[in-house]
């Protein structure tokens, strides 16, 4: 499993008999498929693609040429990350990720839909910056609200009970990308501890399920591929080959 972002002109690597999920290292929605295959701990190889020069092949597996994509059986994929995880959750119901309730799985997909607005106003702030309207930050502060309020009601350590769930892991990539934002001069998009308490126990509380642990990155991580995208260049191997597993960025060799 190669950190090196496929392009143009590369070959698709030979299919090893394992799922195959095609991805982009910092694509908050291919991550939610990795943390997905992680909680079920299913074997599965990783493809990176270069978004900007796409190598063709990609087009064979998601008509879009998005990510992810996850080839389930050789030459045969799904692609769009919410499709991609209720898919493995259905296929693979060893560790069941969604309540067996009828309504509880609605309430979770409208969490998951009254949070988009945050995730707009993150995409405007970090890449889109001089777009940004003051009424942005407030839906994004709305949304925490709301998710901080729902996690509060639910009375569980995490969204979808005492062990994280679909829910959890389709709105914890956006969580982690936010700590980004005030490193990047976004002060008003910072969590506060004192505003956010619940939020923020719940925050440190996935930073350390397994499954997030050895994909999560940190803030500092983050914000340089934003800077990067946000110039137009976007640095999709600026990770070591093999730095996966760290909340925190590697230090250099000096
Ligand atoms: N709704 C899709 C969105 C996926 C998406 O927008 N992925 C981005 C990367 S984060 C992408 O592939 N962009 C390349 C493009 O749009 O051509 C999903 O949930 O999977």
New binding site residues.
């Given amino acids: 499993m190669s950190e090196k972002h496929l392009q143009t002109g590369d070959e698709l690597p030979a299919y090893g008999g394992k799922m195959r999920l095609f991805a ?1 290292r ?5 991550e ?2 990795v943390l997905v295959l992680n909680a079920k701990n299913l074997q599965y190889d990783l493809v990176y ?1 270069n ?1 900007d020069q ?1 190598p063709e092949w990609i087009f064979n597996f ?1 008509p ?6 996850l080839e389930y059986g050789q030459g045969k994929a799904i ?6 995880i209720v898919y493995l959750d259905e296929k693979y119901p060893d560790v069941p990720l969604q309540s067996t309730d009828p309504l509880r799985r609605a309430e979770d997909k409208m969490l998951v839909e009254k949070f988009a607005g945050a995730q707009s106003a993150y995409y405007t702030a970090a890449f889109n910056a001089p777009a940004l309207r003051p009424d942005m930050v407030e839906t994004y502060h709305k949304g925490l609200e709301m998710l901080q309020k729902e996690i509060e009601n639910r009375g569980t350590k995490y969204i979808h009970g005492n062990e994280p769930g679909l829910v959890d892991y389709t709105i914890w990539p956006f969580l982690e990308r936010f700590l980004a934002l005030p490193l990047l001069g976004k002060n008003e998009f910072a969590i506060e501890k004192t505003k956010y308490e619940v939020l923020t126990n719940y925050i440190e509380a996935m930073k350390n399920v397994p499954a997030v642990k050895s994909y999560c990155l940190a803030p500092e991580t983050h914000a340089k591929y934003i800077e990067s995208r946000a110039k137009g260049n976007p640095d999709y191997n600026m990770l070591d080959t093999s730095a996966v597993c760290c909340m925190r960025p590697r230090k250099k060799k000096e």
């Fill in positions: 982009m910092f694509c908050p929605y291919a939610r498929s693609i978004l796409k998601s879009k040429g998005t990510v992810p994509a692609f769009d990350s919410n499709i991609i």
